[in-house]
């Protein structure tokens, strides 16, 4: 069965675009053609049309009815003119780009020079490096740019201008066109700015998207991998150009898109994805290029093109369906040996019979502005030496993009143009088995083949022989096999990559964002320039050309900069100052000086340059605030006035550069802001700043301080909120309360007591056996020592005593002991707190020498060692009822007991009348006078308080608020959690944590 045969076969099984009643359409043709001959480049001219170079890809064509086109990947696409018109002496163009839509527009070319725009589409910069304006700053140039979309309008513009031939119907739908403005100018200057006579424009875009049968819809790139560039893949391309209505049309419901099935466009296009390396470090996609063709161009022609740029092959597959197989080396599958051969014939051309020695591909090169470039001959050096020859084989592959690329198809198609055998062979039936194959494996042990593998370039069927006739040629792994840094070669070089040792560097090189106002009063963001002029070609003819570019920072992708035309500085057109996520952009610009014979030198770069487009700072917020509000935080503050306030952003943390965003939003001068958040547990500091449209932040932030509890304990208020306490201990304890009442227990409206176990020595504190009189009756245990000259009155209160002394004193010292020595064992060096209320009830101290509360040593026999003095309180003892404590560490080598007393000192005999209120006289063990131990006859002692919790995880601090305001912060941790009992006080109003 011939292809011819088998494409009819398959078109009346319904795939359409064919066949028709009378035989093979002119797409059917092609394709029967290309499954005879495999597809295959470098092999002869299979379809005769010479592609479109470059050049013609980025002309301006004036015609009548100009041939429709269309374009895929990133490309510099030209012109044809629809319309053109002159208006009130400007010109007015509607150049057509091609079939849309597309993806979008990257760089904009008037005349081949680059063109930054405004958003009006006025051309951007100032006279002095924009030839595009003139010193009155009229501007010469608008251009728009519609996509080719089925829903886009027609120019607004051209409607207003010539009403009666150009109305809202000319939409252009689905068409890529513009909207060109050619002002004119002055006669002299006219030359200058439109070299062309009429201006030509040319765009570098990204074209139309394709069907990506993996995602299952139309795409230029892929969200998820910017790696990944559908529109740019060569098999997707293919793919889309078969099945497009304006290419060979083919239903795409007879193309291989099932990942299952062998020879499908999905393997295809993964395999276009791959990254591989490149020479020197670099990597580049396996598969990825341009295509563009006109409407009017065989379908056959652009079929090969294709093909030829990824090394593929079509083949129609027994279901009816077309498949691919991309340029990827397959081992064969099945082995033909001599049982199943009935004819071969075939010849060694690996000798002067070679088609080719040398392989040189034309391809695009988007780095030298899209234009042709040729690679790097891959050559058989040992065949050219012994031939005396060279058999040059050129190659037109302007889909093709990239140096590296371009060799792989070189070193593939030199090495199918050098097979060492070529021929036909003729098998039975068992044939059959490479229909869908294109490589196959042979043996023909009289030829020395044995098990040698070979590509099918064309396979058909003698139906009344029965016999597979099929035309191979050696081919093995090794031609796709390829080593960058040893068979890459050199790039084709640029003026631009030549040696820049010769190019003096840039001196003073500076670059920056400036900002300037359109004619509507906006601001815009550019890029500016500067540099200095190189001393060594100052004042000389032989002039120095710069070359200024800018790229988002670390994009590497350059857009030329106007030069001025002093050539020391150069401005960008307005930049962008966000991305879609509203992040500020940073760009960076770089300059190189250029010799007149082209060689460029070394950049200059200034990275990292924030666009910026408003540098006035807003004025800060105010009334900043963070407050408990339920189960969250409340936090927010009111914008200042400024007008160009643009945002207010909140922080959380120790200081506003190193917080954690909370809240950024839109906001205007004057404008109150807050939101309620859930904040993690601890202490919270919120922070307030504003920014205007370019991000200038306002300067010195505000903030409010919040803290976030895991646990709040009022013991004041008795009111608590967060895991529960245990309360245990303090069993024979007393607390007071804010009116200076004790009461037993251990929480009052003052807080709660939190102390160590102590023991009150003084075995009656209550003053219990008092008998009122004069003298009257101290309580029990209580004694004087000396008061001579003195009467003593005593009257009995309700736990206390107030004791009279009248008189002039015939003593100096004077004691009133609140026990007997003895009472209470006691060591060197041990510490004792004693501790009394005691106030002046009526009469006056002054008199007295000194009065001070004491502890006194005994000896283990009983008499006094010496006494420690507590401070003194004569100054101090007022109607007010105070507690007073005296701390003392003992001394005495042989101290064996203690007792505590108050001291009267009174030298001089002085004249005295003085009535004070002693209450709760109290001796322990302890560093630190604790709260009042009732006793009533025998010493009384105190369990330690014990107040326990679990904390939760994330605590870091526990805050304890005291009695008297003052706090103390502790550091804590999860888990179990006592109260300690050495706090800096020990009366708690208020505990917390975080």
């Not at 005769?48 to 041939?67: G, I, M, N, T, Y």
């Not at 042709?372 to 040992?382: G, I, K």
């Not at 958040?677 to 922070?687: D, F, K, P």
Request: with cysteine; proline share 6%; hydrophobic share 40%.
């Amino acid at each position: 069965m011939s292809p011819q045969a088998l494409v009819l076969l398959v078109a009346a099984a319904g795939v359409p675009g064919l066949a028709t009643a009378t035989g093979l359409t002119a797409l059917g043709s092609a394709l029967a053609g290309a499954i005879s001959l495999g597809i295959t480049f470098g092999l002869g001219a299979i379809f005769r049309k010479d592609p479109p170079k470059p050049k013609a890809q980025k002309a301006v064509v004036r015609q009548d009815v100009p041939v429709r086109s269309k374009h895929y990947g990133r490309l510099r696409v030209g012109s044809k003119w629809l319309t053109l018109e002159t208006i009130k002496g400007d010109l007015y163009h509607i150049p057509y780009f091609g079939q849309g839509p597309w993806d979008g527009v990257e760089q904009h070319y008037a005349d081949d020079r680059y063109v930054e725009l405004n958003p009006d589409g006025t051309a951007a910069g100032g006279a002095l490096n924009n030839p595009y304006v003139d010193l009155d700053g009229d501007n010469h140039l608008t251009l728009k740019i519609k996509l080719g979309t089925e829903d886009q309008t027609a120019f607004p513009e051209m409607i207003a201008l010539a009403p009666t031939i150009y109305t809202s119907a000319h939409r252009c739908r689905g068409m890529v066109v513009g909207f060109f403005r050619q002002g004119m100018t002055s006669d002299k200057s006219f030359g200058k700015v439109w070299p062309n006579r009429y201006g030509q424009i040319t765009l570098v875009a990204r074209a139309c998207p394709v069907f990506d049968p993996r995602v299952g819809s139309y795409r230029w790139s892929d969200p998820d991998d910017a790696t990944k560039n559908p529109g740019r893949n060569l098999p997707l391309i293919l793919r889309e150009y078969l099945t497009d209505p304006d290419g060979a049309q083919i239903d795409a419901a007879y193309v291989e898109d099932d990942p299952a099935e062998y020879g499908n466009f999905c393997f295809a296009a993964d395999y276009a994805d791959e990254i591989i390396a490149t020479k020197g470090g670099g990597s580049t996609q396996r598969y990825y290029g341009q295509f563009s063709y006109d409407f009017d161009m065989e379908p056959g022609d652009n079929v090969k093109r294709l093909l030829q740029a990824f090394a593929g092959r079509l083949f129609l597959k027994p279901n009816g369906k077309i498949g691919v197989w991309p340029g990827k080396w397959i081992e064969p599958e099945i082995h033909i040996t001599e049982e199943h051969l009935t004819f071969y014939d075939l010849d060694d051309r690996s000798g002067p019979l070679r088609d080719a020695n040398e392989v040189v591909v034309k391809y695009t090169k988007p780095a030298s502005r899209y234009g042709e470039a040729t690679s790097d001959p891959w050559r058989d050096e040992d065949d050219i030496s012994d031939m005396g020859l060279i058999k040059n084989v050129p190659i037109d592959a302007y889909e093709i993009q990239n140096h590296n690329h371009a060799r792989r198809i070189a070193k593939i198609t030199a090495r199918r143009g050098a097979p060492r055998w070529q021929g036909q062979i003729r098998t039975t039936l068992f044939g059959m088995q490479c229909w869908d194959q294109w490589t196959v494996r042979l043996t023909i042990e009289e030829l020395d083949i044995v098990a040698e593998s070979f590509e099918i370039t064309a396979i058909s069927l003698d139906d009344e022989q029965m016999e597979v006739t099929m035309t191979i040629a050696s081919l093995d792994a090794e031609a796709f096999a390829f080593d960058p840094e040893t068979e890459e070669g050199t790039e084709p070089v640029d003026p631009q990559d030549l040696d820049p040792q010769d190019t003096p560097e840039p001196v003073n090189f500076e670059a920056h964002c400036e900002q300037r106002k359109l004619s509507t009063g906006a601001s815009v963001a550019v890029l500016v320039a500067s540099w200095e002029e190189d001393p060594n070609y100052e004042g000389k003819a032989r002039r120095l050309e710069p070359q200024c570019e800018y790229s988002l920072a670390d994009a590497d992708r350059w857009y030329p900069m106007a030069i001025a035309y002093d050539h020391l500085n150069a401005e960008s057109g307005p930049v962008a100052e966000r991305d879609e996520a509203g992040n500020l952009l940073r760009y960076d610009v770089q300059m190189r000086w250029t010799l007149p014979s082209g060689t460029p030198g070394n950049w200059a770069v200034e990275e990292n340059i924030p666009a910026i487009s408003d540098a006035s700072p807003p004025s800060p917020p105010e009334d900043v605030f963070a407050e408990i509000s339920g189960a969250q935080v409340r936090y927010g503050a009111t914008t200042g006035d400024s007008a160009n306030t643009a945002s207010i952003e909140f922080r959380d943390g120790a200081s506003f550069a190193g917080a954690t965003p909370l809240l950024k939003r839109n906001a205007g001068p004057n404008q109150p802001i807050s939101k309620r958040a859930a904040l993690a547990m601890g202490l919270h500091r919120i922070w307030a700043e504003t920014a205007n449209g370019s991000g200038v932040a306002s300067g010195a932030p505000i903030s409010a301080s919040i803290e976030v509890l895991g646990g709040d304990y009022d013991f004041a208020a008795d009111v608590s909120s967060g895991p529960a306490l245990t309360i245990s201990g303090g069993a024979n304890g007393r607390v007071q309360d804010i009116a200076g009442a004790w009461s037993a227990g251990r929480r009052s409206d003052k807080g709660r007591l939190i102390e160590p176990a102590s023991t009150n020595v003084v075995r009656n504190s209550v003053a219990a056996g008092a008998a009122s009189g004069s003298p009257g009756t101290p309580p029990t245990n209580w004694s004087t020592t000396n008061f001579g000259g003195l009467t003593r009155t005593i009257t009995v209160g309700s736990g206390y005593v107030d004791i009279r002394w009248v008189g002039t004193a015939s003593n100096t010292v004077n004691r009133l002991f609140f026990d007997a020595g003895g009472i209470a064992a006691a060591a060197v060096g041990e510490a004792w707190s004693a501790s009394l209320d005691v106030a002046l009830i009526a009469g006056s101290l002054g008199p007295v020498g000194s009065v001070r509360l004491l502890v006194a040593q005994y000896s283990g026999g009983g008499s006094v060692l010496s006494v420690l003095q507590g401070p003194e309180l004569k100054a101090s003892l007022d109607a007010t009822l105070r507690r007073w404590s005296a701390p003392v560490t003992l001394d005495q080598a042989t101290v064996a007991s203690v007792a505590p007393a108050f001291l009267f000192n009174m030298p001089g005999n002085p004249a005295v009348d003085f009535t004070l209120r002693f209450r709760q006289p109290q001796l322990e063990k302890a560093a630190v006078a604790s709260s009042i131990i009732e006793t009533a006859g025998a010493a009384v002692t105190r369990t330690a308080d014990d107040v326990s919790l679990t904390l939760p995880a994330g605590v870091s601090t526990m805050i304890f608020t005291f009695d008297d305001a003052s706090e103390q912060s502790v550091a804590v941790s999860a888990g179990a959690y006592a109260v300690p009992t050495t706090l800096n006080r020990k009366q708690i109003r208020r505990m917390r944590f975080y």
